[in-house]
């Protein structure tokens, strides 16, 4: 991952106290950087004497020159007094990035009733400002610094920039067309590309047999190395080596397309043309990427391989995902659902008390090798998929723990919502299908804010609601 970069451009309105901007421009950079979050933050330090942002409109034209500079990826601007609201603006609606609003609150007035900063006044100011210049922004409510609510607004932001930097430069590899068979992988290229900058890079399956081919006949440290993981990680003794030393390959020659193709995710017809073709599985190597952070969706899901990315990023990246199909209902829980898929769930979730097996086929004739098989940890996840169809997009997001149930063949998990009926019928009437994208981290707010930042895809969250969502942003229940 790319680093993340803040804009840090406190502001401060020259009627009130300079002295006590000064003092919350360094208290806030001082609180923000102990977050623990891997970000680089770039301040205004020596474009003018105090390092912030007021009224002068040369002062706009350096703060822009600088953070693009510097590729920043999003701009907090603390209120430090009533703030230059105009001039904020402009900063904001040139950059076009991610915009964090916020404030320290305000102590009571001096003894002879002088108000040293008036920040809650200056914010209803500029929010309205922003919204003339149609600028889209986050904002946390007016606290103090060490208040809670101020770190979880923080955070939350961050991690929604990461996901609006992240989707803003997404490009797919697609290895193949879909499976012929599977309508509901059909997708929009051109809407994708014209109503969010979304990319394909389309390859045929000849290609990556050549490029598969190429690998496995050679002494790469690349292909060295991913044989060796897979053998140290999975019992492999029900397809033995030849088979092993192909999915390495496929592994390493999908990655070096990745990589050669700027791609950060991959959509792969993965059945059954590719097992014809290769004799081999891809599941295992769509496991092995996903957990190196390039991601990988089967039966050629475009609007998976998308989830994919942007789920991931509101985890800034700390996380693998994990792509699923809805698959069948609990057999004793009526709010328990099956996610499972073939065998392409990230190794680093396994929770088999010997290693995982990675085996041969369960559903086909041929029964190729390269599925790697086994039940993935539980917990606390979030479920989410980006689709849709007739020109409107929407993110379905819901939350979901994981639950006992019975054994089944391939990678899966069994888990429970809080109203399963509700999901089904929301799934069902769309835009969705049975394809989602999990991950062991609670991100629902972060991917709920980014779509703030994304004209034309709206957040459908389930549970949480979007009050419930809105009402822990403010902080609700810390008070």
Same mark, same amino acid.
């Given at each position: 991952m790319a680093a993340f970069t803040l804009g840090y451009a406190p502001t401060r309105r020259f009627v009130f106290s300079a002295e006590d901007a000064f003092k919350y421009k360094v208290l806030i950079?001082?609180?923000? +950087?102990?977050?623990? #979050?891997?970000? @680089?933050?770039?301040?205004?330090?020596?474009?003018? +004497?105090?390092?912030? #942002?007021?009224? @002068?409109?040369?002062?706009?034209d350096e703060i822009i020159k600088h953070f693009r500079q510097h590729e920043v990826d999003a701009v907090f601007f603390p209120h430090c007094n009533f703030g230059t609201e105009d001039t904020v603006a402009r900063v904001a609606k040139a950059l076009g990035k991610p915009v964090l609003l916020w404030g320290p609150r305000d102590e009571a007035p001096l003894a002879d009733g002088t108000r040293l900063r008036d920040t809650q006044c200056g914010l209803f100011a500029t929010g309205k400002v922003l919204r003339r210049f149609g600028v889209p922004f986050t904002y946390i409510t007016n606290c103090r610094v060490n208040d809670p609510v101020f770190e979880r607004g923080f955070k939350n932001f961050v991690a929604a920039a990461n996901v609006v930097k992240e989707f803003r430069r997404l490009r797919i590899l697609q290895i193949a067309p879909r499976p012929a068979s599977f309508w509901t992988m059909m997708c929009n290229e051109g809407e994708l590309l014209e109503r969010f900058g979304i990319e394909i890079h389309p390859i045929t399956l000849e290609d990556i047999k050549i490029a598969t081919k190429k690998v496995a006949a050679s002494d790469s440290p690349e292909l060295d190395a991913a044989v060796r993981y897979i053998k140290e990680t999975l019992d492999y003794s029900e397809v033995g080596e030849e088979a092993v030393r192909k999915i390495a390959a496929l592994k390493v020659a999908m990655k070096r397309y990745a990589v050669q193709t700027g791609s950060t995710a991959i959509a792969i017809q993965c059945w059954s043309s590719l097992q014809d073709a290769m004799g081999i599985m891809p599941c295992l190597a769509n496991a092995i990427l996903t957990d190196e952070q390039i991601p990988v969706t089967c039966e050629t899901d475009i609007h998976g391989a998308i989830t994919s990315v942007m789920v991931q990023a509101a985890a800034m990246n700390t996380a693998p995902t994990f792509f699923a199909d809805l698959t069948v209902r609990h057999p004793d829980n009526p709010n328990g659902e099956l996610l499972f898929h073939c065998g392409n769930f990230p190794v680093s979730l396994s929770v088999e008390p010997d290693k995982p097996k990675l085996r041969k086929h369960f559903l086909f004739d041929d029964h190729s090798p390269g599925t790697h098989e086994g039940e993935i940890k539980g917990g606390t996840m979030t479920l989410a998929r980006f689709d849709g169809d007739n020109g409107e997009y929407g993110l379905f997001l819901g939350k979901a723990k994981g639950i006992e149930g019975p054994y089944t063949r391939g990678s899966y998990v069994w888990v429970e919502v809080n109203d399963w009926p509700l999901w089904e019928e929301k799934l069902v009437k769309g835009p969705y299908v049975h394809h989602s994208v999990g991950i062991h981290a609670e991100v629902i707010p972060v991917l709920y804010e980014a779509c703030t930042y994304i004209p034309g895809l709206t957040p459908d969250p389930v549970d949480p609601t979007v009050a419930e969502i809105q009402a822990w942003l403010r902080g609700s229940d810390l008070v």
């Amino acid at each position: 991952m790319a680093a993340f970069t803040l804009g840090y451009a406190p502001t401060r309105r020259f009627v009130f106290s300079a002295e006590d901007a000064f003092k919350y421009k360094v208290l806030i950079r001082e609180k923000i +950087a102990g977050f623990g #979050l891997d970000m @680089d933050i770039v301040d205004l330090e020596g474009l003018n +004497a105090e390092g912030l #942002l007021y009224n @002068d409109h040369y002062n706009a034209d350096e703060i822009i020159k600088h953070f693009r500079q510097h590729e920043v990826d999003a701009v907090f601007f603390p209120h430090c007094n009533f703030g230059t609201e105009d001039t904020v603006a402009r900063v904001a609606k040139a950059l076009g990035k991610p915009v964090l609003l916020w404030g320290p609150r305000d102590e009571a007035p001096l003894a002879d009733g002088t108000r040293l900063r008036d920040t809650q006044c200056g914010l209803f100011a500029t929010g309205k400002v922003l919204r003339r210049f149609g600028v889209p922004f986050t904002y946390i409510t007016n606290c103090r610094v060490n208040d809670p609510v101020f770190e979880r607004g923080f955070k939350n932001f961050v991690a929604a920039a990461n996901v609006v930097k992240e989707f803003r430069r997404l490009r797919i590899l697609q290895i193949a067309p879909r499976p012929a068979s599977f309508w509901t992988m059909m997708c929009n290229e051109g809407e994708l590309l014209e109503r969010f900058g979304i990319e394909i890079h389309p390859i045929t399956l000849e290609d990556i047999k050549i490029a598969t081919k190429k690998v496995a006949a050679s002494d790469s440290p690349e292909l060295d190395a991913a044989v060796r993981y897979i053998k140290e990680t999975l019992d492999y003794s029900e397809v033995g080596e030849e088979a092993v030393r192909k999915i390495a390959a496929l592994k390493v020659a999908m990655k070096r397309y990745a990589v050669q193709t700027g791609s950060t995710a991959i959509a792969i017809q993965c059945w059954s043309s590719l097992q014809d073709a290769m004799g081999i599985m891809p599941c295992l190597a769509n496991a092995i990427l996903t957990d190196e952070q390039i991601p990988v969706t089967c039966e050629t899901d475009i609007h998976g391989a998308i989830t994919s990315v942007m789920v991931q990023a509101a985890a800034m990246n700390t996380a693998p995902t994990f792509f699923a199909d809805l698959t069948v209902r609990h057999p004793d829980n009526p709010n328990g659902e099956l996610l499972f898929h073939c065998g392409n769930f990230p190794v680093s979730l396994s929770v088999e008390p010997d290693k995982p097996k990675l085996r041969k086929h369960f559903l086909f004739d041929d029964h190729s090798p390269g599925t790697h098989e086994g039940e993935i940890k539980g917990g606390t996840m979030t479920l989410a998929r980006f689709d849709g169809d007739n020109g409107e997009y929407g993110l379905f997001l819901g939350k979901a723990k994981g639950i006992e149930g019975p054994y089944t063949r391939g990678s899966y998990v069994w888990v429970e919502v809080n109203d399963w009926p509700l999901w089904e019928e929301k799934l069902v009437k769309g835009p969705y299908v049975h394809h989602s994208v999990g991950i062991h981290a609670e991100v629902i707010p972060v991917l709920y804010e980014a779509c703030t930042y994304i004209p034309g895809l709206t957040p459908d969250p389930v549970d949480p609601t979007v009050a419930e969502i809105q009402a822990w942003l403010r902080g609700s229940d810390l008070v």
